[in-house]
């Protein structure tokens, strides 16, 4: 856990880094380090009063609760708010004070979250669960450092300058990398595999539960200490120095991993700044640009959703290396008086500095360099023979998937309910307001103008004397949004024989892994059904971690029969359970397959009354057309007429193909009606 806490000390020395992610399994204890941190923090002053947290040394000239001549000051520790994955919008951001709003007449301001965390710690735990709607808020905040709000008739601008800490387990999905990029540092994190280590902790844990305060008490001494230490690294800070020549190794550490943009630059260069300052030095020192490397770029480096973070840490080096300074050389002394007549030492002529024989040779050279080693015979292995399978068939070992390109969008038709995403049409909590509607248990979003026009009828009938609205339950309205929904798409690949053309698999497996890049960036959960042999299995259970899909893809073996109605009647089973524990999102399934079936009699009758069955239950489904060769039979398409669903060859999942087509449609259509016209 070294990096994690260094990473969140340098944050506490110099909040300007631009807080910390935290990725790590479950159970390493990421939420507890993070939380200890708010008892290190140093208290901050604040205008008595003030809902927002102003600086007295610098107020907010646009602070909500302004102006503020004359207030007095108070001191109090910074906060450590934590957003959790549910929250509201206007939990986040504040809204329109309601009770005041109805019951005095005036449009008031009732601050959220980002108000609370100004100057202290936002906290969000699972961040790469939290909703899209809710990642574009924190960015602009991020980015400005300012909350806007315009909702309810409510218009406030106010300071939301936080040291954002998230944490979450990549088995559960990525964060976009818009938000990924406003992290200033990252650290993953494991359990130690060590015993001692292991039982250690275990043994805290314990004492903790046993006796809170004491075990409080026995390490106060400790923390007061680490206080201390951070206060007075954030008063060193100031004076300490970025040499032009540490500036330089920083930028080039940074255009030589080729990371986008500048604010890898900027963020390594307040790093390095603050590990000086928690070193006790005033200038910044090489060791400070690598570690500040090592906590600020491994993120930045992905190229591509399913790129697992990391740092090529030889690769650094040899760029730290290259932007050294170089040493002065060592001033050389007159030469040795070497006798009378100019020979060696033992005036058999010059000496060669060998200690060699008389040939002067001294033995074989030193090799120098890979170049200078002997030849080496080609160690290339063989590919390995075919494993027998149980199940019938031979077993092919995994083939490589071709390049991911851009898929044409497949969605479920109808409207929706489920989590807020990309794909498929739905009543969301974001997106735009269509019509306004009686509420459905409790209000979460109230539509201002439609509650008014439903209780100003009524007004004389109650009694209004004054400004203040006469309000009942049955005048309340919320909005309706329109926007879109993830889904859920099952994915349920053919791993037989028949699929198992070196070549052909190369070329599904990247049409798959296209479409789990296009379910990544639509924010859909996805699931791995695989056929092959006798039986189907469940490969990967729906999960929001697309990349463990693509890792679970690239492994996925060939060889052995085609049970297709085994894969599908999985895929029932699998979408069965998942309507239980999610009602509201809805599964778009995709089969990939050449559409023949084999195992037993009747094989290809009973996978189509499978897919009878799928489509009973109003499951939309695609049909990825993997049939090539001259002669085909067209079983896939017929497939796809019994899952009620659409079938797509290889050539047609392509967005560029789909647009070429529509091109050439439209190209035809001009011609012919040009040639009518003529």
């Given at each position: 856990?070294?990096d994690l806490?260094?990473?969140?000390?340098?944050?506490?020395?110099?909040?300007?880094?631009?807080?910390?992610?935290?990725?790590?399994?479950?159970?390493?204890?990421?939420?507890?380090?993070?939380?200890?941190?708010a008892?290190?923090?140093?208290?901050?002053?604040?205008?008595?009063?003030?809902?927002?947290?102003?600086?007295?040394?610098?107020?907010?000239?646009?602070?909500?609760?302004?102006?503020?001549?004359?207030?007095?000051?108070?001191?109090?520790?910074?906060?450590?708010?934590?957003?959790?994955?549910?929250?509201?919008?206007?939990?986040?951001v504040?809204?329109?004070?309601?009770?005041?709003?109805?019951?005095?007449?005036?449009?008031?301001?009732?601050?959220?979250?980002?108000?609370?965390?100004?100057?202290?710690?936002?906290?969000?735990d699972?961040?790469?669960?939290?909703?899209?709607?809710?990642?574009?808020?924190?960015?602009?905040?991020?980015?400005?450092?300012?909350?806007?709000?315009?909702?309810?008739?409510?218009?406030?601008?106010h300071?939301?300058?936080f040291?954002?800490?998230g944490?979450?387990?990549?088995?559960?999905?990525?964060?976009?990398?818009?938000?990924?990029?406003r992290?200033?540092l990252?650290?993953?994190?494991?359990?130690?595999?060590?015993?001692?280590?292991?039982?250690?902790?275990?043994?805290?844990?314990?004492?903790?539960?046993?006796?809170?305060?004491?075990?409080a008490?026995?390490?106060?001494?400790?923390?007061?200490?680490?206080?201390?230490?951070?206060?007075?690294?954030?008063?060193?800070?100031?004076?300490?120095?970025?040499?032009?020549?540490?500036?330089?190794?920083?930028?080039?550490?940074?255009?030589?991993?080729?990371?986008?943009?500048?604010?890898?630059?900027i963020?390594m260069a307040?790093?390095?700044?603050?590990?000086?300052?928690?070193?006790?030095?005033?200038?910044?020192r090489?060791?400070?640009?690598r570690?500040?490397?090592?906590?600020?770029?491994?993120?930045?480096?992905?190229?591509?959703?399913?790129?697992a973070?990391?740092?090529?840490?030889?690769?650094?080096?040899?760029?730290?290396?290259?932007?050294?300074?170089?040493?002065?050389?060592?001033?050389?002394?007159?030469?040795?008086?070497?006798?009378?007549?100019?020979?060696?030492?033992?005036?058999?002529?010059?000496?060669?500095?060998?200690?060699g024989?008389?040939?002067?040779?001294?033995?074989?050279?030193?090799?120098?360099?890979?170049?200078?080693?002997?030849?080496?015979?080609?160690?290339?292995?063989a590919?390995?023979?075919?494993?027998q399978?149980?199940?019938?068939?031979?077993?092919?070992?995994p083939?490589?998937?071709?390049?991911?390109?851009?898929?044409?969008l497949?969605?479920?038709?109808g409207?929706?309910?489920?989590?807020?995403g990309?794909?498929?049409?739905?009543?969301?909590?974001?997106?735009?307001?269509?019509?306004?509607?009686?509420?459905?248990?409790?209000?979460?979003?109230?539509?201002?103008?439609?509650?008014?026009?439903?209780?100003?009828?009524?007004?004389?009938?109650r009694?209004r004397?004054?400004?203040?609205?006469?309000?009942?339950?049955?005048?309340?309205?919320?909005?309706?949004?329109?926007?879109?929904?993830?889904?859920?798409?099952?994915?349920?690949?053919?791993?037989?024989?028949s699929?198992?053309?070196?070549?052909?698999?190369?070329?599904?497996?990247?049409?798959?892994?296209?479409?789990?890049?296009?379910?990544?960036?639509?924010?859909?959960?996805?699931?791995?059904?695989?056929?092959?042999?006798?039986?189907?299995?469940?490969?990967?259970?729906?999960?929001?971690?697309?990349?463990?899909?693509?890792?679970?893809?690239?492994?996925?073996?060939?060889?052995?029969?085609?049970?297709?109605?085994?894969?599908?009647?999985r895929?029932?089973?699998?979408l069965?359970?998942e309507?239980?524990?999610?009602?509201?999102?809805?599964?778009?399934?995709v089969?990939?397959?050449d559409?023949?079936?084999?195992?037993?009699?009747?094989?290809?009758?009973?996978?189509?009354?499978?897919?009878?069955l799928?489509?009973?239950?109003?499951?939309?489904?695609?049909?990825?057309?993997?049939?090539?060769g001259?002669?085909?039979?067209?079983?896939?398409?017929?497939?796809?007429?019994?899952?009620?669903?659409?079938?797509v060859?290889?050539?047609?999942?392509?967005?560029?193909?789909?647009?070429?087509?529509?091109?050439?449609?439209?190209?035809?259509?001009?011609?012919?009606?040009?040639r009518?016209?003529?």
């Amino acid at each position: 856990m070294d990096d994690l806490r260094l990473g969140l000390l340098l944050n506490a020395v110099s909040p300007a880094v631009g807080g910390v992610l935290v990725r790590g399994e479950k159970g390493t204890a990421k939420s507890t380090m993070v939380r200890a941190l708010a008892g290190l923090l140093p208290s901050i002053d604040v205008v008595a009063g003030c809902r927002f947290a102003c600086d007295p040394a610098a107020v907010d000239p646009q602070c909500p609760d302004g102006p503020h001549a004359g207030a007095g000051e108070d001191e109090r520790p910074a906060f450590l708010v934590e957003l959790p994955v549910g929250v509201s919008e206007d939990r986040v951001v504040g809204s329109l004070d309601l009770e005041r709003a109805l019951a005095e007449g005036v449009k008031a301001y009732e601050p959220g979250l980002l108000a609370k965390a100004h100057r202290g710690v936002l906290y969000i735990d699972e961040v790469n669960l939290l909703q899209d709607h809710l990642v574009d808020l924190l960015l602009d905040a991020a980015a400005m450092g300012r909350s806007y709000v315009e909702r309810e008739g409510v218009s406030v601008r106010h300071a939301a300058r936080f040291l954002l800490v998230g944490t979450m387990n990549p088995e559960e999905g990525e964060l976009r990398p818009q938000l990924l990029d406003r992290f200033g540092l990252t650290v993953e994190i494991a359990a130690t595999r060590d015993a001692d280590e292991r039982a250690e902790v275990v043994r805290r844990r314990l004492g903790y539960d046993a006796d809170p305060t004491g075990f409080a008490a026995r390490w106060a001494d400790r923390e007061r200490e680490l206080a201390e230490r951070i206060t007075a690294a954030r008063e060193l800070l100031p004076s300490v120095e970025l040499s032009d020549l540490a500036l330089r190794q920083i930028t080039a550490v940074c255009a030589a991993f080729e990371v986008d943009g500048l604010r890898a630059d900027i963020v390594m260069a307040r790093t390095a700044v603050a590990l000086a300052a928690w070193a006790g030095r005033t200038e910044v020192r090489e060791e400070d640009v690598r570690t500040a490397a090592r906590l600020a770029l491994p993120h930045r480096r992905r190229r591509n959703p399913f790129d697992a973070p990391g740092l090529d840490e030889e690769q650094l080096d040899r760029t730290l290396a290259e932007h050294r300074p170089e040493e002065p050389e060592e001033p050389q002394g007159p030469p040795e008086d070497d006798g009378p007549d100019g020979g060696g030492p033992d005036n058999g002529g010059p000496d060669n500095g060998d200690g060699g024989g008389p040939d002067g040779g001294g033995g074989a050279p030193e090799p120098s360099g890979p170049d200078d080693l002997p030849a080496r015979e080609d160690s290339t292995e063989a590919p390995a023979p075919p494993r027998q399978r149980p199940g019938g068939g031979r077993e092919s070992a995994p083939v490589a998937a071709d390049q991911p390109y851009r898929t044409r969008l497949f969605k479920v038709d109808g409207t929706g309910r489920g989590a807020q995403g990309r794909r498929s049409p739905a009543e969301t909590e974001a997106g735009h307001t269509i019509r306004a509607r009686r509420p459905r248990g409790r209000l979460s979003r109230l539509h201002l103008s439609a509650t008014l026009r439903a209780a100003a009828p009524h007004q004389a009938a109650r009694g209004r004397s004054g400004r203040a609205l006469v309000l009942r339950r049955d005048d309340l309205r919320e909005q309706v949004r329109r926007g879109r929904e993830s889904n859920l798409v099952l994915f349920v690949v053919d791993a037989s024989g028949s699929m198992a053309a070196r070549q052909r698999m190369t070329a599904v497996k990247g049409a798959v892994l296209s479409l789990l890049m296009d379910a990544y960036q639509r924010r859909d959960k996805i699931g791995l059904v695989t056929f092959r042999g006798a039986d189907a299995e469940l490969a990967l259970p729906p999960t929001s971690s697309v990349e463990v899909g693509a890792a679970r893809l690239e492994q996925l073996p060939t060889g052995g029969r085609t049970p297709l109605e085994a894969g599908l009647l999985r895929a029932h089973e699998v979408l069965r359970v998942e309507r239980l524990r999610d009602p509201d999102r809805r599964p778009l399934l995709v089969v990939v397959t050449d559409g023949r079936a084999t195992g037993g009699r009747d094989a290809l009758p009973r996978a189509r009354r499978a897919a009878g069955l799928l489509a009973a239950q109003g499951v939309a489904a695609v049909v990825l057309d993997c049939e090539s060769g001259p002669v085909r039979l067209g079983l896939a398409r017929e497939l796809a007429a019994h899952l009620n669903g659409d079938a797509v060859s290889l050539d047609e999942l392509r967005a560029e193909g789909v647009a070429s087509l529509v091109r050439e449609a439209r190209t035809t259509m001009t011609t012919t009606t040009t040639r009518k016209a003529a």
